[in-house]
């Protein structure tokens, strides 16, 4: 059963001791929610939201993902026949055949991708153009309603709840020390339980706003 935004909102309301939203409304906590997906989408995990999709192939090897993509998780296959596209090494390939990318096209048998540019990959051999491709990839989420559920795995719903936290007590850092602890607190226990720091990490610090 997929996690209902307003009992993400409850839960993080209740921590910050206004359930009847005196000093924070609603839909700021929901801004922040939203916030927060996007941030945990962009983290090192890949199973936060991740989508099946074709892309048309363009002629060459250069191929993007679609406009919402973040990074490239796998290429599946050519739809038009089902052929899987297995993924290649760029090096091995580069000193066994230098001039791959030369090759008279065809339908697509490998796939080659850079994490350092990852909106692209390259297909083996190179394509005409107009082909679709089955690909997989973490995608960034759009927003949530209230009414509605989060977009990102479930398993992320406790990260959102100290993510919300966390902003509604940066808030208030300026005039409570105390308010700046409770900030830093679930801003460590949001970055541990997304993977993108260490708990104990003394070198985290949330923003204030």
């Known amino acids: 059963m997929a996690t209902t935004v307003r009992s ?48 048309t192939a363009v002629a060459g090897t250069v191929q993007s993902l679609p406009a919402n993509a973040i990074r490239l998780v796998d290429v599946v296959k050519n739809v038009s026949d089902g052929s899987a596209i297995h993924q290649a090494d760029y090096a091995l390939v580069d000193m066994l055949r230098s001039t791959w990318r030369a090759a008279t096209a065809g339908v697509a ?13 390259e297909v083996y051999p190179p394509q005409v153009g107009g082909e679709a491709i089955e690909v997989v990839y973490n995608a960034q989420p759009g927003d949530a309603t209230i009414t509605g559920e989060i977009a ?56 204030r706003s």
Do not use: C
């Not at 996007?38 to 939201?49: E, F, K, L, Q, S």
């Not at 048998?109 to 990959?121: G, K, T, W």
């Open 8 to 55: 993400i909102l409850n839960r993080a309301a209740s921590l910050l001791n206004d359930e009847e939203h005196v000093r924070w409304e609603e839909a700021e906590l929901l801004e922040w929610l939203n916030d927060g997906q996007r941030v945990i989408a962009r983290g090192p995990a890949t199973d936060v939201y991740v989508l099946r999709d074709d892309v």
């Open 109 to 121: 048998e490998n796939f080659f991708y850079d994490e350092n540019n990852p909106l692209e990959f």
């Open 152 to 207: 990102i795995s479930d398993m992320y719903a406790d990260s959102l709840i100290d993510y919300v936290a966390y902003r509604g007590f940066s808030k208030d850092t300026e005039d409570s020390a105390a308010d700046l602890g409770r900030a830093t607190a679930f801003f460590r226990a949001f970055l541990f339980g997304t993977g993108q720091k260490d708990a104990t990490d003394d070198s985290v610090e949330p923003r």
